[in-house]
């Protein structure tokens, strides 16, 4: 079993940063890949971010290329999602995920097996 919780949401205006925090506990974090995904009012889930067992291999979703950074810190079981240059369109709630079985990042919310409640960011204009 793994438990996720998710920290750092909030309102922020456009072109402000967030740090989003995901505290693991249960199994070995080293172990495993992470993600971030979001979900909008109305909207499907989607992928933001993922990061291999060591942060030695990321992957983002175009729309947050160059703007957002995923990272990890083992010792601590936490990933972290850094958000830059935020923009209403970011607004949403976000999960972080734990894929246990994988090998490469993976984008497919099917491919995470545990899954953290959520946090709300709201951008505004």
């Known amino acids: 079993q793994v438990q996720l919780v998710e920290s750092g949401g909030g309102l922020v205006q456009a072109g402000g940063s967030l740090r989003l925090s995901c505290a693991a506990s249960g199994r070995t974090f080293s172990n495993y890949f992470m993600g971030w995904f979001r979900q909008a009012p109305g909207k499907e889930r989607e992928f933001v971010a993922a990061?291999?067992?060591?942060?030695?291999?990321?992957d983002y979703t175009n729309s947050v290329k160059g703007r957002f950074k995923i990272s990890r810190d083992n010792a601590k079981k936490t990933v972290y999602l850094q958000m830059n240059s935020l923009k209403p369109e970011d607004t949403a709630v976000y999960y972080c995920?734990?894929?246990?079985?994988?090998?490469?990042?993976?984008?497919?919310?099917?491919?995470?097996?545990?899954w953290g409640q959520g946090t709300q960011v709201t951008v505004s204009s």
């Open positions: 990061i291999s067992w060591s942060g030695g291999s990321t």
């Open positions: 995920a734990a894929d246990l079985f994988s090998w490469v990042c993976s984008e497919n919310p099917r491919a995470y097996d545990y």
